[in-house]
């Protein structure tokens, strides 16, 4: 059985205004619960299985959302910022009311795939350091990326802090004064993926996140274009297979 909730938290909690404006919805004859017009708000009913409607129109029930962005460079991964535009500034009203918050980070000079949701759980899933969860990178490095720097990436490299990373791997696109690689590690340390390259002496220019566990970016998505995750990739991070 679903856990009973109370309307004007249900509705609140969806976007419909303060508590008591939804109260002065209901007092108004305008919310309706399975067909019954419904005088007192505070009511305690099963959201799954109940259908709401004000002024006819059904509401939309639903405890997580979960978006794919593509986050463009300037944007900093925060909820909010005196300073700087972050990922919230850059999703409508009618999701930043359920307080949705970024899985893990980007720099702020970094693109690439941004999960949004307000699924403590799966955050834990993402992030926990136990996880090993991998994380694709496309990079464009200043100076010639060898088969030695994937030798020394697939054994670990130690960076500023004396830490010695996990084992990643190292995929060569192009060995140019301007190299373009693909990178995948299993941690997620700060700038780790900018501190790796200048382990073994090199500058990262330009960084893209293309992937978290098997979600990939949806590369139709522009820069700072973003879309609910469907029902297919949802179950992906349900079933813990990130």
């Known amino acids: 059985m679903q856990k009973k909730e109370r309307l004007d938290k249900i509705l609140s909690n969806l976007g419909y205004g303060s508590r008591k404006d939804v109260k002065a919805l209901a007092k108004s004859g305008r919310i309706e619960v399975n067909e019954k017009v419904i005088i007192d708000s505070s009511i305690k009913i099963e959201p799954y299985e109940s259908i709401i409607s004000i002024d006819g129109k059904t509401v939309e029930y639903r405890e997580f959302i979960y ?17 700087d535009k972050t990922v919230i500034d850059l999703i409508s009203d009618k999701y930043k009311v359920f307080n949705p918050f970024p899985v893990g980070r980007l720099d702020k000079d970094t693109e690439g795939l941004m999960i949004l949701s307000n699924d403590g759980q799966l955050s834990h899933r993402v992030l926990s350091p136990k996880k090993h969860v991998e994380k694709i990178y496309y990079a464009e490095v200043d100076g010639i990326v060898t088969e030695k720097d994937k030798l020394l990436f697939k054994e670990g490299v130690t960076i500023d802090d004396g830490y010695k990373t996990l084992p990643a791997e190292l995929e060569i696109i192009d060995s140019n004064n301007i190299s373009k690689v693909k990178l995948t590690i299993k941690e997620g340390k700060f700038h780790q993926v900018k501190r790796m390259f200048l382990a073994v002496g090199k500058k990262v220019i330009y960084l893209k996140r293309l992937a978290i566990g098997g979600l990939k970016l949806d590369e139709s998505l522009g820069l700072g274009e973003y879309r609910e995750l469907t029902r297919e990739e949802i179950l992906l991070l349900e079933q813990k297979r990130l």
């Open 67 to 83: 978006l794919m962005m593509n986050k463009p460079q300037g944007v900093i991964s925060s909820t909010d910022d005196f300073r």
